[in-house]
């Protein structure tokens, strides 16, 4: 029987899948690289938004098609991925960052994170490093959130 995309057990709805597969075949069309302002098209709200952030940003996008990449190993997607995370990279600060996982910029660092593991880039998880992304990632998990210590304990040392 064939693995939901959607869950952990057995494809339930084919029609769930496709329509989730639908989606991510939008976001990697819609993605653009060469765009200074923003990764992907944005409503005229979103645009006053940080371009980096989980909730209104690139790195919500990042962190979707990163989870989408580990269920379904989409071939398209690694270097989707890290076009994304490089673009991320270029634009994610170190030195003042807003509190806050989603609308903040503490989820950013999250995302970029796990779409360099989950695509073993090498040159990508450098790239974080040498932005200081990783030591961020560490101040950040140094608090009380129950998500953020099960992330310190992933990340190395």
Not at 39 to 58: K, R
Not at 134 to 142: A, E, G
């Amino acid at each position: 029987m064939a693995q939901s995309v959607c869950g952990t057990g057995p494809a339930q709805d084919d029609g769930v899948d496709k329509a989730v597969a639908g989606l991510v075949d939008h976001l990697i069309g819609s993605t653009t690289p060469a765009d200074d302002g923003r990764l992907w098209p944005v409503s005229t709200a979103a645009e006053e938004t940080d371009p980096c952030t989980l909730q209104q940003g690139s790195a919500g996008v990042l962190a979707v098609l990163t989870r989408y990449y580990e269920l379904s190993g989409d071939p398209r997607l690694p270097e989707v991925i890290s076009t994304a995370g490089h673009w991320i990279a270029r634009r994610t600060g170190t030195s003042s960052v807003r509190p806050g996982l989603h609308f903040g910029g503490r989820g950013t660092p999250w995302a970029l994170y796990d779409a360099g593991r989950a695509t073993d880039a090498a040159p990508f998880q450098q790239t974080c490093e040498c932005s200081g992304i990783l030591t961020l990632l560490r101040t950040v998990c140094v608090g009380r959130r129950l998500d953020g210590l099960l992330l310190f304990s992933e990340l190395p040392s």
